[in-house]
């Protein structure tokens, strides 16, 4: 009489092995379906945080934009500079890199502006992929918004409007940005106020 011997047989392995590869690649496909997820989210998260903080920094500083004959306002579609009154008066220079696609801020003292000598340029944020400045003048007794301020103006204007889209690649979308700053310095041209 022959002993017969607990075990597997060959197709009874070969159907755990199946099992086994089948749930394994169920939890890898649910893992990396949740971590794209997250990485997404984050991308749009840090995006959205950049263009806050860029857009929060330039309005505040517009605010305490003044007119100075030193430091004159002007403005581009793409760069904007202007005299800040703030612990004392600086040039502010905000300007977009197309090739580095990011927006730089250039802050010189006075006496540094007065002595031609290079301010201080830091990088704010990266991955913008266009920039637009409009600034507003009156023409026949209505406010109008222009894409360039002449130094030519020696005034400052009511105010700018700041469009961006923010960009930073990878798998978040990209985000369009806009908000108009009212300069309390700011006057239209033939010296009127506008009241909001």
């Given at each position: 009489?022959?002993k017969?011997?607990?075990?597997f047989?060959?197709i009874e392995?070969?159907?755990?092995?199946?099992?086994?590869?089948l749930?394994?690649?169920?939890?890898?496909?649910?893992?990396?379906?949740?971590?794209?997820?997250?990485?997404?989210?984050?991308?749009?998260?840090?995006?959205?945080?950049e263009?806050?903080?860029?857009?929060?920094?330039l309005?505040?500083e517009?605010?305490?934009?003044?007119?100075?004959k030193?430091?004159?306002?002007?403005?581009?579609?793409?760069?904007?500079?202007?005299?800040?009154?703030?612990?004392?008066?600086?040039?502010?220079?905000?300007?977009?890199?197309?090739?580095?696609?990011?927006?730089?801020?250039?802050?010189?003292?006075?006496k540094?502006?007065?002595?031609?000598?290079?301010?201080v340029?830091?990088?704010l944020?990266?991955g913008?992929?266009?920039?637009?400045?409009?600034?507003?003048f009156?023409?026949?007794?209505?406010?109008?918004?222009?894409?360039?301020?002449?130094?030519?103006?020696?005034a400052v204007?009511?105010?700018v409007?700041?469009?961006?889209?923010?960009?930073?690649?990878?798998?978040?979308e990209?985000?369009?940005?806009?908000r108009t700053?009212?300069i309390?310095?700011?006057?239209?041209?033939?010296?009127?106020?506008l009241?909001p």
């Amino acid at each position: 009489m022959r002993k017969s011997r607990a075990g597997f047989t060959f197709i009874e392995l070969l159907i755990a092995m199946l099992i086994f590869s089948l749930v394994s690649i169920s939890i890898y496909l649910s893992f990396n379906v949740g971590i794209h997820a997250w990485q997404k989210g984050e991308g749009s998260y840090r995006s959205r945080q950049e263009a806050r903080y860029l857009l929060g920094m330039l309005s505040r500083e517009l605010r305490n934009a003044v007119n100075s004959k030193v430091i004159v306002f002007s403005g581009r579609a793409d760069s904007l500079s202007f005299c800040k009154a703030a612990n004392g008066l600086f040039r502010v220079t905000y300007e977009f890199d197309e090739g580095e696609k990011a927006v730089y801020r250039v802050l010189q003292t006075y006496k540094d502006n007065a002595s031609k000598v290079a301010g201080v340029r830091s990088r704010l944020a990266s991955g913008i992929s266009g920039i637009d400045f409009r600034y507003s003048f009156k023409k026949a007794g209505k406010l109008e918004w222009g894409d360039s301020w002449e130094e030519a103006k020696k005034a400052v204007p009511f105010g700018v409007k700041v469009s961006f889209t923010y960009n930073p690649g990878g798998s978040a979308e990209p985000l369009t940005v806009s908000r108009t700053v009212l300069i309390p310095s700011g006057m239209l041209k033939d010296e009127e106020v506008l009241t909001p």
